[in-house]
């Protein structure tokens, strides 16, 4: 997988491993044998290495991920590298990340084109760079550069790392050629200087200043990873070992990471990302079903989600037809829109090139003529059953008879909504989450009539506008929701009983949730959940009073209700469940009137407070979705325990040092949540959700292994 070639004098490596040019066993090989062969070859004086096709090698193969290693390993190759009698030059194109940097960072030189990227992402897999990469990349940028580069595990752009002094020179025109001539130049040159081994770090006695400010960065930033602190170490000993200590430093680092838990939960869900993509339905699939083209679009609604919408299609250069019922709906999703791009501008996250092209795209308007030719619709209104029928129906009426027409509901069956067109192959949920321009998860949904065609083409525009789209099969509140639903009940449940708001929130955050439920509850706005409740209960043909304690046959608490009724809706009204500086604010703080709301309605309903522990906080809420996690795939609504997981991940921000909810249950074990859950399905009556799921019970019996869980989800089904 490295072709040798000899270009007058100059040995040429090509790895050829598409379609990265991943660092497996064999190209290992392959550049260990080329080093040492054109180190004896007598015609040559110069060594180039590049990567065929689209890069240089853009990592490790993940394909060897879990297997054993195989000599010869990356350090030893790189030694190799670095000691060869003859000058070896990295001709860098694409992506250079991980191994591929370390690679490079052993070669004398490093030229590159001017679109290409380094960088060490390992610390995503919860890892550090295991060939050198912590004890070199500082010996050229410095520590600070160092630290940040590999803690975060961001790619740096060519013309960025020439500045940081990874790269020699950025080089335009045939990258071959110019490499072979580059390779020429340096022929004459001495080299062993370039050996980055022998090289001092720059400002090593501040280590303790940079290594401090470092670690109190990416204690903020990643709150709860242990791979970006280790990696910060494991630089800092660059400047405090000498080399060799500082490698043998960087290794037992890397092994110690390996063995933790977080890493392999964070390799689990690196994985996982990927397998949600080989979706699967009734009468298509990945493989089958062909997307339709998108080149248009439209969004119902320009409120706060299609606001944000419209900005995500915007962003991957797709032209919106905005459209609202009157002008000062209009005016405001627009400038919703604009203030979006702006504070992303601002943030670095959006070029201002992207946001001008943007601007131009977008097409407000208050005609449903206007979109008749649009590829695909996206409906953001209301979650109201009739509003959005109301909607789809006109959009039947006028949408060419290829459109795609989709319902960003998140609770709302499918059907229901199709049900209003005359096209329910073409209906299709598309639930963004909030805020849409920010969060990852694209939760795509479809009815019993929905064309694998059309899923196709939700799938393809979910990558497109750079989300994770997961799709799952249409039922009251879907995959996310449906598992968050006794996740968030048994938060309030739990402040019924005793617990303070603060309480429950600590004990989220501390196991790695961004936020508490309350606090959410608060920044999403408690009128919301208000008007979901009563959209629920007018699905199930009832009312919610001051006195209701049952909804469907499930326990219902009013604590919500009561706050909604004290006009207390959370960031919006500057009070909630918290109370905060002003309104709109950030800084939550415990509220004595909201207490007294809270033992008010614990008076009424003559319930007496007790002590709840943390434990029990933790497993009433997590343990209640797993179980409903269990019952989401008994009954197909998606097909593998990786869905469920992505879900978690990227639409309620699930730490992913824990692998997802799925996931994690497999670690605790089965067994152990199964009992817990029956305990809790005895000492907390009225709760549907605590009724034991018959595929948890059947997996934890046969102490099936998580690797196993998808193929007897299939035969359940059978």
């Known amino acids: 997988m490295v072709d040798y070639s000899v270009n007058g004098s100059v040995a040429v490596l090509m790895v050829n491993n598409p379609p990265v040019n991943a660092l497996g066993h064999a190209v290992r090989v392959g550049l260990k044998t080329g080093i040492e062969r054109g180190a004896k070859d007598s015609r040559v004086r110069s060594i180039v290495i590049i990567g065929k096709g689209q890069t240089f090698p853009a990592g490790a193969d993940i394909r060897e991920f879990g297997k054993p290693s195989k000599e010869p390993w990356l350090t030893a190759v790189g030694n190799l590298i670095e000691t060869c009698s003859k000058p070896v030059v990295a001709a860098i194109h694409g992506t250079c990340l991980g191994g591929g940097l370390e690679i490079a960072l052993f070669s004398h030189y490093r030229i590159a084109v001017s679109s290409a990227r380094v960088g060490f992402p390992e610390v995503t897999l919860g890892l550090l760079p295991g060939a050198g990469g912590t004890q070199r990349l500082s010996r050229l940028t410095g520590l600070p550069v160092a630290m940040e580069m590999i803690s975060s595990g961001r790619h740096v752009p060519a013309k960025k790392a020439k500045e940081y002094g990874i790269i020699d020179e950025i080089v335009s025109g045939d990258l071959l050629k110019t490499a072979l001539k580059f390779a020429q130049e340096v022929q ?121 919408i419209a900005v995500c299609l915007l962003s991957a250069g797709l032209p919106v037809y905005l459209l609202e019922q009157n002008e000062k709906f209009l005016q405001s999703g627009v400038k919703l829109i604009e203030n979006i791009m702006a504070g992303s501008v601002k943030l670095g996250k959006v070029s201002m090139e992207t946001a001008k092209r943007a ?90 009539k929905t064309s694998p065609e059309a899923v196709a083409t939700v799938m393809k525009l979910g990558k497109t506008i750079n989300k994770v789209p997961v799709l799952v099969k249409s039922c009251h509140g879907f995959l996310a929701n449906r598992m968050n639903a ?42 919301i959940s208000w008007r979901i409740n009563r959209e629920v209960a007018k699905v199930l043909g009832t009312s919610i009073t001051k006195e209701t304690r049952f909804l469907g046959g499930n326990r219902y608490c009013g604590l919500n209700d009561d706050f909604y009724d004290k006009g207390r809706y959370g960031r919006k009204t500057g009070k909630g469940w918290y109370l905060y500086e002003k309104v709109g604010g950030k800084n939550a703080v415990a509220d004595p009137e909201a207490e007294e709301i809270i033992n008010s309605y614990r008076q009424r309903r003559g319930i007496v ?59 605790i074990g089965l067994q152990r949540v199964y009992d817990r859950i029956c305990h809790y399905h005895e000492t907390c009556p009225y709760s549907i959700h605590w009724v034991p799921n018959r595929l948890l019970k059947k997996l934890a019996e046969n102490n099936v292994p998580f690797t196993q869980w998808a193929n007897h989800v299939s035969k359940s089904k059978m």
């Open 359 to 448: 601007a131009t795209l977008l097409k407000p308007t208050l005609s449903y003529d206007d979109i008749k030719d649009v590829d695909l619709v996206i409906e953001a209104v209301f979650e109201n059953l009739d509003i959005k029928k109301e909607v789809f129906s006109k959009l039947d009426k006028i949408c060419k008879p290829s459109a795609i027409l989709c319902t960003n509901t998140s609770t709302i069956d499918i059907d229901r909504i199709s049900s209003a067109t005359s096209r329910p192959e073409k209906v299709v949920g598309t639930h963004f989450f909030a805020p849409a321009y920010h969060m990852k998860l694209l939760e795509n949904i479809y009815g019993t």
């Open 609 to 667: 407070k007790r002590k709840i522990t943390p434990q029990e906080i933790f497993e009433r809420q997590f343990y209640s979705a797993i179980n409903e996690g269990f019952r989401i795939l008994e009954e197909g609504i998606c097909n593998m325990p990786e869905e469920i997981d992505i879900s978690w991940i990227y639409g309620f921000s699930y730490p992913k040092y824990r692998g997802g909810p799925m996931f994690y249950a497999s670690q």
């Open 188 to 308: 004459s040159r001495p080299f062993k200087d370039r050996c980055l081994r022998y090289k001092v770090v720059p400002n090593a006695d501040r280590v303790e200043e940079y290594a401090s400010a470092a670690l109190t960065q990416v204690k903020k930033k990643y709150k709860g990873f242990e791979a970006p602190v280790t990696c910060v170490q494991a630089v800092r000993s660059s400047a405090e070992l000498s080399y060799e200590e500082g490698m043998k430093r960087e290794r037992d680092l890397f092994l110690q990471l390996g063995q933790s838990g977080q890493s392999k939960a964070q390799q689990y869900a690196f994985f996982a990302e990927r397998a949600v993509t080989k979706w699967q339905m009734p009468g298509g699939s990945y493989k089958t079903a062909k997307p339709l083209p998108v080149r248009s679009t439209a969004v119902i609604g320009g409120g706060t989600m299609g606001s944000g």
């Open 486 to 527: 006794p996740f968030g009940s048994e938060a309030i449940f739990l402040v019924e009983e005793g617990a303070s708001p603060q309480e429950v929130d600590q004990v989220n955050e501390d196991f790695g949730m961004p936020m508490g439920p309350f606090k959410v509850r608060d920044l999403s706005g408690i009128d």
